[in-house]
């Protein structure tokens, strides 16, 4: 457990009306994903509440730079150079430290490197499109990396994800990680893809889109995009999946 201080402010509840129902056939796959039956609470294990413990051991130098932490030496990644950065933070605003964040992406062209990619767009031999970081001190982290390419996918005759980066917090536990999804401001295609759409609530998606940040850019080199991670509460962002254990 993180030594925290006590709660000191109401604790808020998490709102279930705010996700968008697991049965939405905008997005074709929830059809065959949504449970057929009621769910049931399963208690956490011992080892799922206690471990891991991440330290900056784990960390590789490059892991927070998507530009070159898969490229060969003296080379890097095609596309837009852009910083992501923010804070991960409890429903009071407070920063938490020590978390495990992990991001991955497809690259400037909108294709992962992934097997089971079919998209034709080419890979770029220089971008592997993963990386993570632990928060400091304040809740802060940051990395480099390229801008994604939006990407069609099979669900409609023509619909497209728009320019995103897949984001995963760890607590202090394997039973504490939240998953979710990282927009860019501006992007017209964020209205209209239908994965956005299930989400039942205008300003649940606006804690989705990533602000530019021009006062964080570096300049002659990378833009900077703000995106805070609200772990509960009223502002909570948006995680596609539940606390698991709970
Ligand atoms: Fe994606």
New binding site residues.
């Given amino acids: 457990m993180r030594n925290a201080p006590p709660e000191t402010t109401p604790f808020f509840p998490r709102d279930r009306e705010w996700h968008p129902p697991a049965f939405t056939p905008g997005y074709k796959t929830s059809v065959l994903r949504s449970p057929q039956r009621a769910l049931i609470s399963l208690e956490g294990t011992k080892s799922e509440v206690t471990g891991p413990v991440f330290g900056h051991n784990i960390l590789g130098e490059f892991d927070n730079d998507l530009i070159v932490n898969y490229a060969k030496p003296g080379e890097m990644a095609i596309g837009e150079r852009i910083l992501v950065y923010g804070r991960v933070l409890d429903e009071r605003g407070v920063g938490i430290p020590g978390a495990l964040v992990e991001f991955w992406q497809?690259n400037a062209g909108g294709r992962y490197r992934h097997k089971k990619e079919t998209y034709l767009a080419p890979l770029d031999p220089n971008f592997g499109g993963c990386g993570r970081t632990i928060t400091d001190e304040n809740g802060g982290y940051v990395f480099k990396t390229i801008k994604p390419g939006p990407y069609p996918w099979p669900n409609g005759v023509n619909d497209w994800?728009p320019a995103?980066i897949?984001f995963s917090v760890f607590g202090h536990g394997f039973a504490q990680r939240l998953i979710t999804q990282m927009y860019f401001e501006g992007d017209p295609m964020i209205w209209i893809c239908p994965i956005v759409k299930t989400i039942p609530d205008e300003n649940a998606i606006k804690g989705l889109i990533a602000a530019l940040d021009m006062n964080n850019t570096i300049p002659h080199d990378m833009r900077a995009y703000k995106f805070d991670i609200i772990l509960r509460g009223r502002r909570s962002t948006f995680f596609e999946n539940r606390k698991e254990g709970n």
């Fill in positions: 497809a994800r995103h897949h």
